[in-house]
């Protein structure tokens, strides 16, 4: 090693946890790499929304094991390479053009949003079906402007049925403004984030989570 120190794990992720909604428990949950198992993050939970993305996550019966895809940041005009974890390659397009293939696979389209939490966190909050559909609803008519000053909190949720099957959504909500002393924190936690992101689209290598999931489809997520 010479006079230059090095940067130590360079390509470590910043993101502390990456979170999915469980309409049956009412809570999100987290995968932990310690104990390879999935945890409960319990409501309440706040939130600074530092980046909004799109990607496709599932299971691949064919494969028997979980599908991915790269980021992307504008649906429309991007290219999706969506795969399986033992390394076929499902579809690569955009996901207009690639969408039936993709939900005939197993996959399904995930909105992956970037947060800073009001303990300081830095958490990824992946969306599917409703729960896009609720997010959506805030941030409508100009309302996703709030969105880069303002806290977003979800206290409880709203429960819903369909047919036979029921679901919940999260209930989301603006809060109050960013402190001063907020406003440095997330900043910090933005600049941390820009730095990784930046490596990732440069290298469009591996899926942003790195955590390949061989789980049990769970019938609570179904896109309704």
Not at 84 to 111: C, E, M, P, Q
Not at 124 to 135: P, Q
């Amino acid at each position: 090693m010479g006079f230059l120190q090095r940067e130590e794990k360079p390509n470590q992720n910043p993101t502390s946890k990456f979170m999915e909604w469980k309409s049956n428990d009412k809570s999100f949950s987290n995968y932990d790499k310690e104990i390879k198992d999935n945890v409960l993050v319990k409501l309440p939970l706040t939130f600074l929304v530092l980046e909004e993305y799109h990607t496709v996550k599932g299971y691949s019966d064919q494969d028997k094991t979980g599908i991915y895809s790269n980021e992307v940041l504008q649906i429309g005009n991007q290219e999706m390479e969506v795969k399986t974890y033992k390394g076929r390659l499902i579809a690569k397009g955009l996901y207009k053009d690639i969408k039936g293939v993709v939900k005939t696979s197993g996959g399904d389209y995930f909105k992956s949003i970037y947060v800073v939490t009001k303990e300081g966190e830095l958490v990824n909050l992946s969306f599917k079906g409703a729960v896009v559909s609720k997010w959506s609803n805030l941030t409508e008519k100009g309302a996703w402007k709030r969105l880069k000053d303002e806290w977003v909190t979800i206290e409880d949720v709203e429960e819903h049925k369909k047919g036979s099957v029921k679901y919940t959504t999260p209930n989301f909500k603006f809060n109050t403004s960013l402190s001063e002393t907020e406003f440095k924190m997330v900043t910090e936690k933005a600049t941390e984030l820009k730095a990784w992101m930046g490596r990732y689209f440069s290298k469009k290598e591996k899926p942003v989570n790195e955590v390949e999931v061989d789980a049990v489809v769970d019938l609570s997520d179904l896109d309704f």
